[in-house]
């Protein structure tokens, strides 16, 4: 109702709007002040952090290193024990063993956790929270290299939006089971590798819905059905397609990976 207030113009509903696809909302589920605010850092400026995923995977070994910890495979929380002052104290694993922790981070959907809370410790305003968590769509990302360093204007950082029409809350809406060309967005970036050369990154980020993978979701990394890799191959062949389009400067980028989500 806001974006109505101010504009009419629906390619500039669009250009305002356009960075809610970096949180999965439509404009006409979230209040524009809100949207506002979640995405005034990326109004303001772009950073990546040095060496990428690299630093965080360094990061973590180097204090695996210095502290003792334990680390164990295909074994879940499965239950918390003594909760006490709506804190759990210990967790029952899926093995049968028992750890006590000060704090324990979650990975798993927000509606799994109620199953491992005990159900006297679950108000039912906690659980209507819980309910409120919607699925949001995701990205299939294709990432690589490109022979030539960008033309910029502003920081380190580009971002560019490619759309395939004006109606954000359309294209944030699954729209068929089938991949189609949906909206994306496209980071390019110059860093240096850990040797200290040059290296001009390329990461493409398409619109995907769960529609489209749920009949994957039973399936595991690196084990699953073919009709996956054909899906990947479509979705693939079109980003690149675009991207070389309307951004020429991509032009013999080498990729390198592409998932869904």
């Not at 798993?108 to 659980?127: C, D, G, M, T």
Request: glycine share 8%; with cysteine.
């Amino acid at each position: 109702a806001v974006m109505d207030e101010c504009t009419h113009d629906q390619v500039l509903q669009c250009i305002l709007g356009g960075l809610c696809m970096c949180y999965g909302a439509r404009p006409d589920e979230v209040a524009f002040s809100t949207h506002c605010r979640v995405c005034f850092g990326l109004q303001e400026s772009l950073a990546r952090t040095d060496h990428g995923g690299d630093a965080f995977v360094d990061a973590l070994v180097d204090v695996l290193k210095r502290e003792s910890v334990d680390i164990r495979t295909r074994c879940t929380v499965d239950r918390c024990l003594e909760v006490e002052k709506k804190r759990v104290m210990r967790f029952g694993l899926s093995d049968g063993s028992e750890v006590s922790a000060e704090n324990c981070i979650f990975t798993i959907h927000p509606h799994a956790i109620v199953s491992v809370l005990p159900r006297e410790n679950v108000s039912k305003a906690f659980l209507d929270r819980v309910a409120d968590f919607e699925t949001t769509p995701g990205f299939f990302t294709l990432y690589g290299t490109i022979p030539h360093p960008i033309e910029r204007t502003g920081g380190a950082v580009t971002l560019s939006s490619i759309l395939p029409g004006t109606d954000l809350n359309k294209m944030l809406t699954c729209q068929s089971v089938e991949p189609v060309d949906g909206p994306m967005m496209v980071l390019r970036s110059s860093e240096k590798t850990n040797r200290g050369e040059p290296v001009h990154t390329v990461t493409a980020l398409e619109i995907a819905f769960t529609e489209s993978t749920q009949g994957w979701f039973d399936t595991r990394l690196k084990r699953r059905r073919p009709e996956y890799y054909a899906y990947k191959d479509q979705r693939t062949a079109s980003v690149v397609r675009r991207m070389h389009d309307h951004l020429p400067e991509t032009g013999g980028a080498q990729e390198e990976l592409g998932g869904d989500h």
